[in-house]
């Protein structure tokens, strides 16, 4: 099959706002947490003077500042009061991340120091001069939509003159110790205006961000390798949401990558399928959490909610990714060659071979992973399973055959552990 192996690059900001959705997923109770912190701090750059490239990077930090949360509960004390107890670990869990990913490695100081109070900051020798204005613009932002939850709005959902009043006064309080003072004048100046509070809707932040200047951070073309990086990035937020899926899309990755070498196909086609993987389940980030890890049988409604997911997956890639291939293997990985899987109840006609090897690699490492309510499946039995589903028609044959060739490696990558130890299953 001739697949087009140009134009795999993503849409870095797009990527940046469905990381800051899937951050909102991690926190429900608190929707839209890192686009106001974006927005907020665009405006007060703006403001300031910044170059509108630092401007749209303080905004991008924004989207991701909370990048190193991975449970509900640190997001909810992070929003609980004005000085959280324990910010060190989700800063240095963000500042790991993105240094991991060569693309975004540059907003990873600023993250590390997001929660830094000023009188600190100022002094550290070790950072620059722009890295402290980000992470003090980051810090002072964050702020100010925790203070902004907090005060409530009038009856037409407003916020009060008297509320931004208060909003000021903490903010001029704390000028000089846990802000920097310059930020917090222009940041009170801002407050005071009517279309700064109006505009703070997320419909109006995307469709802002949209309408952004062209700038260098966000104009240069990722080679496909950065597009994994920043995939890697993502898939390693989607699968901190769930202990359950642990290291799911990455291992998947990976059993697709080498089910592609097995197969034949070149290496960036290899690198295309295992980008494929790494992506195939972003959709379980509008998944309730209550639902993602039940433990027992699923009801006709929970089963409809798990269902979703790979809608949401395939429209998630469309605002990413130009590759339709890779939008398509990734989107297709709960469909089945008799029509039987979801969402689109597909036919094999429909199916391509890459398709074919996502969904059997999703299916193999989903019965050997082990869960909390349950162990992972030895080798004999999921591929006793995977070899019934292949007889009645659902699963690829083909595919079968190579993972069955192969059974042990795919074993051990699915499970992570080392050959020597797989040998005895």
């Known amino acids: 099959m001739e697949v087009s192996l140009d134009n795999v690059s993503i849409?870095?900001?797009?990527?940046?706002?469905?990381?800051?959705?899937?951050?909102?997923?991690?926190?429900?109770?608190?929707?839209?947490?890192g686009h106001r912190v974006a927005y907020i701090a665009y405006r007060c750059a703006q403001r300031m003077g910044w170059s509108e490239?630092?401007?749209q990077i303080v905004f991008s930090l924004g989207l991701i500042h909370d990048c190193g949360v991975t449970q509900r509960e640190e997001r909810s004390a992070l929003l609980s009061t004005m000085v959280p107890k324990d910010t060190v670990s989700h800063c240095m869990k963000g500042y790991e991340l993105l240094t991991a990913c060569e693309p975004l490695s540059?907003?990873?100081l600023p993250i590390l120091y997001h929660h830094t109070w000023w009188c600190?900051?100022?002094?550290?020798?070790?950072?620059s001069d722009e890295d402290k204005q980000f992470a003090a613009l980051l810090f002072l932002s964050d702020r100010v939509d925790y203070l902004h939850a907090n005060y409530y709005p009038d009856n037409f959902g407003n916020v009060t003159q008297r509320s931004r009043e208060t909003i000021s006064s903490?903010?001029?309080?704390?000028t000089s110790t846990m802000f920097e003072s310059n930020q917090v004048q222009h940041m009170v100046e801002l407050l005071d205006s009517d279309d700064f509070w109006f505009s703070m809707d997320s419909r109006y932040i995307e469709s802002l961000a949209h309408r952004f200047p062209v700038?260098?951070?966000?104009s240069a073309h990722l080679t496909l390798e950065e597009t994994i990086s920043v995939a890697e990035l993502f898939a390693q937020v989607v699968d901190a949401k769930s202990p359950f899926t642990f290291e799911h899309s990455r291992n998947v990755a990976k059993l697709t990558e080498f089910l592609g070498h097995q197969l034949g196909y070149s290496e960036r086609f290899q690198r295309m399928l295992y980008l494929a993987g790494l992506v195939h389940d972003i959709g379980k980030l509008k998944t309730p959490i209550d639902v993602l890890h039940k433990p027992n049988l699923l009801t006709?409604?929970?089963?409809?909610?798990?269902r979703r997911h790979a809608t949401d997956t395939r429209q998630a890639l469309l605002k990413m990714f130009p590759c339709r291939q890779v939008i398509e293997w990734a989107a297709n990985h709960h469909e089945r060659l008799d029509g039987s899987g979801y969402p689109l109840g597909k036919m094999a006609q429909e199916l391509d071979l890459p398709s074919r090897i996502v969904a059997v690699a999703?299916?193999?490492?989903?019965?050997?992973q082990s869960r909390p309510y349950r162990e992972g499946l030895p080798l004999t039995k999921t591929m006793t399973i995977l070899g019934e589903l292949v007889e009645d028609g659902k699963l690829d044959p083909t595919v079968f055959d190579c993972l069955q060739q192969h059974d042990i490696e795919c074993y051990q990558i699915s499970i992570g552990e080392s050959l020597k130890e797989t040998a005895s299953v």
């Open 300 to 306: 006709e409604e929970e089963y409809v909610c798990i």
């Open 11 to 33: 849409d870095l900001r797009q990527v940046l706002f469905e990381m800051a959705s899937a951050l909102d997923a991690v926190g429900v109770d608190d929707i839209h947490h």
């Open 362 to 368: 999703d299916v193999f490492q989903a019965l050997t």
């Open 106 to 108: 540059s907003l990873a």
């Open 53 to 55: 490239e630092q401007a």
């Open 215 to 218: 700038v260098p951070f966000f």
């Open 120 to 127: 600190e900051l100022e002094v550290n020798n070790e950072l």
């Open 170 to 174: 903490e903010l001029l309080a704390n």
